[in-house]
């Protein structure tokens, strides 16, 4: 079984400071990860995906993220944060095996950015 | 349409009540799910549609739950008899194929308050 595991409920950090989501996911198989976004009242949106290849990810709004096989991390970076980044950050698995691809969440990340 | 659409968004119901949400996936998507979010949690899977066939209900959660898509289109997930316990987010999702490293799209969500 696969499990995620977000080791921060809630970051707050100042306007355009960097900022560090921690994800850390479990599985017995190889996995593809997702980083997906929600804004309140919103569904969720996809920020970026790791398959395969570069282990450094680059997604929508300025968001990366890096892969790391060996600590079972797969962590959001953001240069330079803004206001309007304030939402809530779910960091996601499905297996390659997967013939669904049915995702499996971490319980989320609030990020607050304050002015 | 562009994007995954849900209604009702909202819905409130007394406990013991029989509700009913809809899901209108993006046009031509072969996979559909749905997860259930409670408050303050990552979203949990539900269950997968591939077409009208349902291939993995495993995360219902009781025998109240049931979920349909019988022309592989438009989906219904019903709830009878609701609890307390039913009260959460239920997101809908498709994508153009079952497969794990496939991006998901999602709706806005039924938010379900079982009184």
């Known amino acids: 079984a696969q499990s995620v595991t977000q080791l921060d409920s809630q970051v707050p950090v100042f306007e355009e400071a960097p900022v560090e989501l921690r994800c850390n996911y479990s599985?017995?198989?190889?996995?593809?990860l997702f980083w997906y976004v929600q804004y309140p009242n919103q569904g969720l949106q996809l920020l970026l995906k790791?398959?395969?290849?570069?282990?450094l990810v680059k997604g929508i709004n300025g968001f990366e993220a890096e892969f790391n096989k060996s600590q079972t991390s797969f962590h959001l970076r953001k240069p330079s944060v803004h206001i309007s980044d304030t939402a809530e950050y779910f960091c996601?698995?499905?297996?390659?095996?997967?013939?669904?691809?049915?995702?499996?969440f971490g319980q989320g990340t609030t990020l607050q950015v304050k002015p | 349409g562009a994007g995954v659409s849900q209604s009702p968004r909202y819905k409130v119901a007394k406990r013991g009540q029989d509700v009913a949400l809809r899901c209108d996936p993006i046009?031509?998507?072969?996979?559909l799910f749905w997860y259930q979010q409670a408050l303050g949690q990552g979203p949990e899977f539900l269950t997968y549609?591939?077409?009208?066939?349902?291939?993995?209900k495993s995360g219902l959660p009781s025998d109240r739950f049931f979920a349909e898509r019988p022309e592989g289109s438009v989906s219904t997930l019903k709830i009878q008899r609701t609890q307390q316990e039913d009260s959460a987010v239920y997101l809908c999702?498709?994508?153009?194929?079952?497969?794990?490293?496939?991006?998901?799209?999602f709706g806005q969500g039924t938010r379900l308050t079982v009184v």
């Open positions: 999702a498709s994508s153009p194929m079952g497969r794990g490293n496939t991006e998901a799209f």
């Open positions: 599985s017995s198989v190889s996995v593809y």
């Open positions: 790791y398959l395969s290849g570069s282990t």
């Open positions: 996601a698995v499905s297996t390659y095996s997967s013939n669904t691809g049915k995702l499996i």
């Open positions: 046009s031509g998507h072969v996979s």
């Open positions: 549609f591939q077409n009208e066939a349902q291939l993995d």
